[in-house]
């Protein structure tokens, strides 16, 4: 690639240095190489991004069609759009791919991204249409969240929240997250992309706040275990309650999602509280004397 042998040069010896004289590796069906290093190994390559909502795949070939445009990979990893190459290379140059439309745009090694590159190092490629924007990925990391249409939990308790069941003073109350499923405690995972660039998020409970109407509130940090009329009188292994007093008690669930999401070379975490509400009756037991 005569047009860019100055550039290439110390970056493609260093490559060298880490590539080796060994084998090539193996490149996705339709990838197409633009740059080798001194060996002869191939060091660059690129495809056509998957379609949204698609998996990365393979693709159909280098070249973008209509609204597309390649991701340019090294080692696997996503390089980011600089912009138009300044000036263009003569269309007899390698990295046209034979195209005589469109353009050779660059893209840079970012940290994190190198792989076997050094930081700052360009990479040509040739698409129909200019790249677009880099999307932020924490607006896209949200709309993978939406995606997700998280519920909150949805609440187990006894003494039941229906007319004739009543708990009693003194006695151990049992609290946990019924039929719980990936929207109601997770783990859930979607994706959301723009501009053939992809943000992952992963979502899941981390605890659920018990605030049972009397001034306490228990944490809880799993789904707690359902009651069942086996177990009489004992308290529950790890979600309960005991009221002191008799009463009317609205019991509020409030269900501490934390997501972790990471793409585009940068990752981080959301917080998002749902909760669900009910309530249960509490009564003294009576006494009778004959």
Not at 127 to 156: I, K, Y
Request: proline fraction near 7%; aromatic fraction near 8%.
């Amino acid at each position: 690639m005569r047009w860019l042998t100055r550039r290439l040069l110390v970056a493609s010896a260093i490559a060298g240095v880490f590539v080796g004289v060994g084998a090539p590796p193996a490149f996705a069906e339709g990838a197409t190489c633009l740059s080798y290093n001194l060996f002869g190994v191939c060091i660059l390559w690129t495809q056509a991004p998957a379609s949204p909502g698609q998996g990365s795949g393979s693709g159909s070939g280098s070249g973008g069609g209509s609204g597309s445009f390649p991701i340019v990979q090294i080692d696997g990893q996503d390089c980011l759009p600089v912009g138009l190459a300044d000036p263009q290379p003569p269309q007899t140059e390698a990295v046209w791919e034979g195209h005589t439309d469109g353009a050779i745009y660059l893209c840079g090694v970012a940290a994190g991204r190198g792989g076997m590159f050094v930081v700052g190092y360009l990479i040509p490629y040739w698409s129909l249409t200019a790249p677009a924007a880099q999307p932020d990925p924490g607006t896209l990391a949200q709309q993978a969240v939406a995606s997700m249409q998280l519920q909150a939990v949805r609440v187990g308790i006894v003494p039941e929240a229906r007319a004739g069941s009543v708990g009693l003073v003194g006695m151990p109350n049992w609290m946990w997250v019924s039929t719980p499923d990936a929207q109601t405690f997770g783990p859930i995972t979607r994706t959301a992309s723009a501009g053939g660039w992809t943000v992952s998020a992963t979502a899941k409970v981390a605890s659920v706040s018990w605030d049972m109407g009397d001034g306490r509130v228990v944490t809880c940090a799993g789904p707690g275990t359902p009651y069942e009329a086996s177990y009489g009188a004992a308290s529950s292994p790890d979600c309960g309650h005991t009221y002191t007093r008799q009463g009317d008690y609205p019991v509020r669930a409030t269900s501490h999602w934390v997501v972790t999401w990471s793409g585009i070379g940068q990752a981080g975490t959301i917080s998002l509280d749902l909760a669900q509400a009910t309530d249960v009756t509490i009564g003294e037991a009576q006494v009778l004397t004959q």
